[in-house]
């Protein structure tokens, strides 16, 4: 769920996220509402708790695919700003973008909860997120123009910086606050989306 679009991947090599962003970016998240619109009816003879059951899957999924068209019609909007302050689309110029968009969110969330640890300040936010590049001097960036500035600024959160999967851990306690595992019923109509929608076969019984 990465982004092969600052690597100059071929089309062809895509990431899932770069799938959902630049191929049929609608139609994924219709089909997701779709599918889970049908499914609110539970099949003849089901009894009246595999009926609630269905109901309440259903309406979940309803709900996510509602975020994720959502998602779709602030990108629409959010975006064109974001290509005027940056300078292009996010495929020529993917740093500002981070940059710009870490920026609006930290101002956002610092807007609902002032003087939260998470992001200190706006000005340093993005560089949680690996903005802030140098040369690389760790063996897996050297040679690369791409290593992760931490320590460009103060201000950070108290956590471990450290490429240790001590570190790991300490950054995901700490930004991964959602990161519970997403319910069996959901990852099914995602990936049965994923087959309805990019799959070959099922072009044509797409409406």
């Known amino acids: 769920m990465s982004s092969g679009v600052p690597r100059s991947y071929a089309n062809s ?3 899932w996220s770069d799938m959902f962003h630049y191929r049929k970016t609608y139609q994924f998240p219709w089909e997701l509402y779709r599918q889970a619109r049908a499914g609110r009816d539970a099949p003849d003879g089901a009894t009246d708790e595999e ?3 269905s109901r309440r899957s259903a309406e979940a999924r309803m709900v996510f695919a509602l975020g994720w068209i959502s998602h779709c ?6 975006h064109a700003w974001t290509n005027a302050k940056t300078g292009g689309p996010y495929r020529l110029h993917w740093q500002r973008h981070h940059l710009v968009e870490s920026h ?9 909860h002032g003087g939260s640890p998470y992001y200190a300040e706006c000005g340093t936010s993005a560089l949680h ?5 140098r040369p690389g001097a760790e ?4 040679g690369r123009d791409d290593q992760p500035a931490y320590d460009y600024f103060t201000g950070f959160p108290a956590y ?4 240790t999967a001590v570190g790991q851990l300490s950054g ?6 959602d990161g519970q595992p997403l319910p069996g019923h959901l990852c099914t109509a995602l990936t049965d989306a994923m087959r309805r929608v990019y799959h070959p076969v099922y072009d044509a019984l797409i409406p």
């Open 129 to 133: 997120f690996r903005i802030a590049f």
């Open 73 to 78: 019609a602030t990108d629409v909007t959010g």
């Open 139 to 142: 063996p897996e960036y050297v």
């Open 13 to 15: 090599a895509f990431y």
């Open 51 to 53: 009926r609630e059951s």
């Open 160 to 163: 471990d910086l450290s490429r």
């Open 104 to 112: 609006m969110h930290a101002h956002n969330y610092n807007g609902l």
């Open 172 to 177: 995901h306690q700490f930004f991964d606050l």
